[in-house]
């Protein structure tokens, strides 16, 4: 009997899948159905994607929307005339995309989340007893990564073992670093050399080949270290929640407020703002009609914004729907960036020379 | 858009009930076959596609493949139109490669098992080791230096968990802080010698390492993935002591990606498998049924893994370092092979059969996959009986003689004779009696033939031979290749026999058996 129920249900679902198709095909000139739109998203913003209430949101807005993930700044080896968009995760990447476009309009810039290190608990602990963070909260679940300290700690080769208090935690060894993603592919991996460059350069941005060659051997150091690196920031952190990999992960922010607004256990897990850091403001680039229904959708329908939210992204503007929803994990965020500093961003030409150079 | 919700309030309406969600969704992409080129270890996942099917409606096509040769099929271009997505132990290699980042997309690690040290209960007792927490390379490196351990380990130039494993003994055994330099494996390298001395067991693939293991009997430990190590405890009653060494591991996190050849529709079937394997029941099948760990923070590891936290080692960030230290474990650091090869040169072999056994083996003289420096090769063509038995062993510095003459000996083989399989087996292994020295040779009997026996002893006869040959004899197994009239349940017979493995050359060509082989001499 199941069995039965399943075929007619089959049936049914498939009728309704050619129905909408045909309806589709029929009326998409008067824009009331839905239309597919394919696109490429730095992996982060899959889950947003994926998410059923999103799925059903768009949907009535009129928007089926297929995506595939890669790195921001691979999406220009990706060809773009079979997508309806590109979502890299910040302006530089979506620059060097533009040129795609085939329709009028620019850019959507719908939400934006800054750059966090997520840390065992422990290893935070390390970091404050020797002075290169400061915690919060009760259960040290939140802080502030100095980045000055950290910085002037790479510079030396600093280690693990060269820490006070470190003694009985024998994961926490070697070079002290942050595992990024490759500056060369994915953006977050880009702005943390932003962020560096700019403390490095001393509090500016780096604009010119002399501030390149100041702050390229401190840039190495940052890179070298780790090794290969992954291409999109979606595995980096996964990896972190899975308990596999390196104690200081940089991920956006929006990755954990995601996990901890779907109620999910974080485990050991200390959030650490860097005092100078960089905010992504995920970039929509449309390539048709279709893409750029999309990004006004994300930048104006109330329940997107919401559901924005829910995964953890800033929306754009004024959000106190951001603080709102957050509320109960202040013990993890820091909701008003509190003594974060946002550090301008280079050019997309020298944020790339800056990246080979450190990759090479 | 009405019209398909009104049929799906329909189906709703016949259930009695509806999930709601996304499911409507879902069915809209779903459905058909992704045809997936994956890390052979992943065998053990058939149990979560099957659940993966039931509910996606997607059917897994895979097929199984060392990851690194799967890293080179894809950089060829070979996998373009073949297949769909790949799924690897790890994306290390991938990211080595800038030309293989490019044809993939979506990427997405699905779950973790780190590379781990599995020694039987005896000798870990043996050797004091009590404690899998706190047990280092560095100390299972000092006991194989000392000769109390020999271990198995995959080919790292083919597999993910040789390879891994070679990074985290370098990494361990040079004290390096960070990702190996050159400098670093050239301070490793006395140590690596020692270590790569009590490797007495090699593979192409991890699953038949396990096979051997359990066949040979004279290895008493395993390099292998946690998951497979403790899989074994399970089912096969091993008892492994699985050590995660304290001085840091290196993980797979196997990356599900999609390949950019792949139409957009199938891609979109890739995303939809990855999300179904990313959730909650999915997670925690993998973790139950395989062992390996989740990578969804609300899902728990499976009951035998333990929860204590490793260093992970990376991999090196640049292929030169790779290489470096791939081409030193090859020439100079793991034992060296001796290699009988048993040639079919019957009167049924003349012609392109003969033409195609000739360039096969002329392929293993040169190029990056050569024969190694150190290597001893024994051609034994034979007929009615053994034609001739010719050894060249290639030398360390001057490799180009040996290699020479072996294409030499190749181009001189000539098809004449009936096919005396079985009594050229029986020589060869007499060869290898006669050959024992102090050398601790890794050898193996390759037996390649394109017809069934007609001549000297039967199957019955090598199997009484084989039986009574002294136990470090037995220990060489003989990998048969399936050719043209083969028999094959007789070449199946004579693997099983001797804890070989049977390679097929009736579907693909023959220099690719002969080339796959090489990971397991």
């Keep these: 009997m199941k069995r039965i129920l399943g075929i007619v249900l089959a049936v049914l679902l498939t009728a309704g899948v050619a129905a909408a198709v045909i309806a589709g095909r029929d009326s998409k000139d008067t824009g009331t159905a839905t239309t597919t739109v394919r696109g490429v998203i730095g992996s982060e913003k899959a889950e947003f994607f994926e998410d059923p209430d999103v799925v059903k949101a768009l949907a009535a807005k009129g928007l089926t929307v297929r995506v595939e993930t890669a790195g921001s700044w691979d999406m220009r080896d990706l060809p773009l005339d079979e997508y309806d968009f590109a979502f890299p995760s910040s302006a530089a990447p979506a620059d060097e995309l533009r040129h795609w476009t085939k329709i009028r309009g620019g850019p959507v810039r719908p939400f934006y989340s800054p750059l966090v290190v997520v840390a065992h608990t422990s290893a935070a602990e390390i970091l404050a007893r020797n002075g290169l963070a400061t915690l919060g909260g009760d259960r040290h679940t939140t802080g502030t990564l100095k980045m000055d300290a950290y910085l002037r700690a790479a510079e030396k080769d600093t280690t693990w073992q060269q820490l006070k208090g470190v003694e009985g935690h024998q994961e926490l060894s070697g070079t002290l670093f942050v595992t990024s993603t490759d500056p060369l592919s994915s953006n977050s ?172 | 858009m009405r019209l398909r919700l009104i049929a799906v309030l329909l189906a709703c309406a016949a259930l009695g009930a509806c999930t709601g969600g996304g499911d409507e969704e879902d069915r809209a992409v779903t459905g058909g076959t992704v045809r997936i080129l994956a890390s052979s270890e992943l065998a053990d996942m058939e149990p979560v596609l099957a659940a993966a099917r039931e509910a996606t409606g997607i059917t897994v096509e895979a097929t199984y493949s060392g990851t690194l040769d799967a890293v080179e099929t894809v950089a060829e271009g070979k996998a373009d139109g073949r297949y769909d997505a790949v799924w690897l132990a790890s994306g290390g290699q991938l990211r080595l490669r800038p030309d293989v980042a490019r044809k993939v997309v979506s990427q997405t690690p699905v779950m973790a098992s780190p590379v781990a040290f599995g020694v039987s209960a005896e000798a870990a007792a043996r050797l004091g080791w009590t404690d899998p927490e706190h047990t280092s390379w560095a100390q299972i490196q000092r006991a194989v230096a000392d000769g109390k351990l020999t271990y198995g380990m995959t080919d790292p130039l083919r597999s993910n968990s040789g390879y891994s494993a070679l990074i985290a003994v370098a990494s361990a055994l040079s004290h390096a802080q960070s990702a190996l330099t050159d400098a670093d494996v050239q301070r490793a390298t006395p140590g690596l010698t020692e270590f790569f001395a009590g490797q007495s067991l090699t593979s192409g693939s991890s699953g038949w390492l396990a096979d051997a293991y359990l066949h040979q009997g004279t290895a008493e430990a395993l390099i292998n993935y946690e998951s497979v190590l403790l899989t074994l405890n399970r089912d096969r009653h091993t008892d492994f002591t699985v050590i995660r060494p304290s001085d840091g591991v290196v993980t797979a996190d196997y990356p599900l990606a999609a390949l950019t050849s792949a139409p957009p529709d199938v891609r979109d079937r890739v995303r939809a498998l990855t999300r179904y394997l990313l959730g909650e029941d999915a997670q925690r099948l993998i973790t139950e049924r395989t062992l390996r760990r989740p990578v969804t923070a609300s899902v728990d590891p499976a009951e035998p893994l333990p929860p204590g936290k490793r260093r992970e080692l990376p991999y090196p960030g640049s292929r030169s370092v790779s290489d470096a230290l791939l081409a030193s474990y090859e020439h100079k650091l793991r034992r060296p092979a001796r290699t009988v090869y048993v040639l079919d040169t019957s009167g049924s072999m003349k012609g392109d059969r003969l033409r195609d056994l000739k360039a096969a083996l002329t392929e293993l003289t040169g190029g990056g996959r050569r024969f190694r420096d150190r290597e001893e090769v024994t051609l034994m063509p034979f007929g009615s009986a053994v034609k001739s038995t010719r050894t060249h062993t290639v030398r360390p510095g001057a490799p180009d003689a040996a290699l020479e003459a072996i294409r030499a000996d190749v181009d001189a083989l000539a098809a004449e004779g009936d096919t005396a399989i079985f009594s050229s087996l029986e020589a060869a292994y007499g060869y290898l009696a006669e050959a024992a020295d102090d050398t601790p040779y890794l050898t193996t009997i390759v037996l390649m033939t394109d017809g069934e026996n007609t001549a000297g002893s039967s199957a019955e006869g090598f199997r009484g031979f084989y039986e009574a040959l002294p136990r470090e004899r037995r220990a060489t197994p003989v990998f048969p290749i399936v050719f043209g009239d083969s028999d094959r349940s007789q070449l199946a017979g004579i693997a099983e026999l001797t804890g070989g493995r049977l390679f097929d050359a009736t579907e693909g060509p023959l220099d690719a058996a002969f080339e796959e082989i090489r990971g397991y001499q």
């Design chain 1, 189 to 360: 991996g880009a702005l943390y050399l932003a962020a560096a460059s700019y403390v490095a350069n001393g509090d500016t941005v780096v604009a010119d080949p002399a501030g390149i060659r100041r702050t390229q051997g401190l840039l190495r150091k940052l890179v070298q270290v780790q090794g290969a690196q992954q291409s999109s920031s979606d595995g980096p952190f996964r990896d972190f929640t899975s308990g596999v990999g390196n104690p200081l992960v940089l991920v956006y922010e929006q990755q954990v407020a995601s996990l901890l607004l779907a109620k999910t256990d974080p485990g050991e897990l200390t959030v650490l703002y860097p005092d100078t850091t960089v905010s992504s403001d995920h970039t929509l680039v449309p390539v048709t009609e279709g893409g750029r229904e999309l990004g006004e959708a994300l930048r104006t329908d109330a329940r997107l914004r919401e559901l924005a939210v829910r995964h953890g992204f800033r929306p754009a503007g004024a959000a106190p729907e951001f603080t709102a929803a957050t509320a109960p994990y202040a013990d993890y965020l820091n909701q008003k960036l509190t003594g974060v500093r946002q550090a301008p961003v280079p050019t997309a030409d020298v944020l790339n020379e800056m990246a080979e150079r450190a990759r090479g």
